[in-house]
């Protein structure tokens, strides 16, 4: 079973330059999260969807960040225009429903804002 | 709105000695999941734990939910090299939102 893809792996930018991730879920998972984790804390929730609808995004700083889920399978997290202070890792995570199910953590992209 | 604590921060062990991490949530949770981070990789889903006072056993490890369903413990008997890494518990709001902690940071010393 293939995992959580995720990408880029890796990207820096500029602060008040705009950056896009895309993460294409376990295929047949509905539910379909976006963490923030900043170095040596766990990872912070930022958007919930299940299937193309969205759950909970009540901790996305919404006047820069912005997520999609088409068609209920890949989605996309924007930043426009980042902060220094949005340096992170940003996780891509899926279950097959919400709650009680466990979640698969793609690998992750590690932006650095300059 | 719900936190959920854990301590020690890091925890130091000698390769053979046994740990315990705890976590703590300020609500009742409908359920709790503990995760392992190794370094520079992603959180790995370990166990669900569900009802009041479960306890669950993977190998060395030994998981443990509270009877108000507050708080989790994770136990680690005879501690080995491979146990490096920071395990996260996160707990479960009726609606499936995970809370994770901040983590327990583990370095083994052989």
């Known amino acids: 079973e293939a995992g959580v893809a995720q990408s880029p792996r890796y990207k820096i930018i500029e602060k008040r330059q705009s950056v896009a991730f895309w993460c294409n879920p376990i295929?047949?998972?509905?539910?379909l999260y976006w963490y923030q984790q900043i170095l040596g804390q766990g990872p912070k929730l930022l958007i919930q969807?299940?299937?193309?609808?969205?759950?909970?995004d009540s901790q996305l700083p919404k006047d820069r960040f912005s997520a999609e889920r088409l068609k209920g399978v890949d989605s996309t997290l924007k930043i426009q225009p980042a902060k220094l202070e949005d340096s992170a890792v940003y996780l891509c995570?899926?279950?097959?429903?919400?709650?009680?199910?466990?979640?698969?953590f793609g690998p992750g992209t590690r932006l650095t804002v300059t | 709105g719900q936190q959920v604590m854990q301590i020690p921060q890091y925890q130091h062990v000698q390769e053979g000695e046994d740990f315990t991490t705890y976590c703590n949530s300020s609500?009742?949770?409908?359920?709790i999941q503990w995760y392992k981070q190794r370094p520079g990789g992603h959180p790995v889903f370990l166990i669900q734990?569900?009802?009041?006072?479960e306890v669950k056993k993977q190998k060395r490890l030994t998981f443990q939910f509270g009877e108000a369903k507050k708080n989790s413990s994770l136990h680690i008997t005879a501690t080995q090299t491979t146990d490096v890494g920071t395990y996260f518990c996160?707990?479960?709001?009726?609606?499936?939102?995970?809370?994770f902690g901040a983590g327990t940071q583990v370095v083994v010393t052989p």
């Open positions: 995570a899926s279950s097959l429903w919400a709650g009680r199910y466990e979640q698969y």
């Open positions: 295929s047949g998972h509905a539910t």
């Open positions: 969807f299940q299937n193309n609808g969205v759950v909970d």
């Open positions: 609500t009742t949770l409908s359920n």
């Open positions: 734990l569900v009802k009041s006072g």
């Open positions: 996160a707990g479960a709001d009726s609606w499936g939102k995970l809370q």
